[in-house]
């Protein structure tokens, strides 16, 4: 199965910053999925990243303040935009495995102070 | 927006106890149930895909069920280990590439 490198494993941040996390995949993927688990609650799906094309957003959220890049098959990155502190959350990438499920980078824990 | 929910929210095992948790979903327009095992700082770690009513799968010490028709899965750990410490998640995809996750179970095994 495809192996993800995410980065940063965790930061700390100024509201009204942004921050870039990165997904590198060994193999190349036609979707990346970006996922946030907020305190206490579900993984719930940000968007989907589609290579060259506009990212698909779920219901609440917005390419303003969760832009996505996907230059490629096997790299993308999420921004975080004008961080607040409900911003503070775990950040995790992910790719469809067929049969397997999905596989998932490290996740990125985010505190936003 | 599929209610995928888990229970215990936590749980605290002796070292060599056997537990299990629960995993409950709409039983209509089932697909597919995914379990996972999240350790702190690391990705979470694909466990079983689950699809058949009655289908009942291992690795390990590990072994879940399914039952579509009431809509539930059980994850059975036998023997617990430290190294079995872990949240372990369940999910089920809606539509489109939409996966709807549970809370998770947040299992620790005292030594």
Redesign the interface.
Known sequence: ?AV?SQKP?RDICQRGTSLTIQCQVDSQVT?M?WYRQQP??????IA?ANQGSEA?Y?SGFVIDKFPISRPNLTFSTLTVSNMSPEDSSIY?CSVP?G?????????TRLTVV | ILNVEQSPQSLHVQEGDSTNFTCSFPSSNFYALHWYRWETAKSPEALFVMTLNGDEKKKGRISATLNTKEGYSYLYIKGSQPEDSATYLCASPGTGNQFYFGTGTSLTVIP
């Open positions: 199965s993800i494993s979707m999925f206490g609650q579900s993984l719930t799906l989907t698909t779920e995790l495995q049969a397997h499920g999905y596989t998932f980078g490290s996740g």
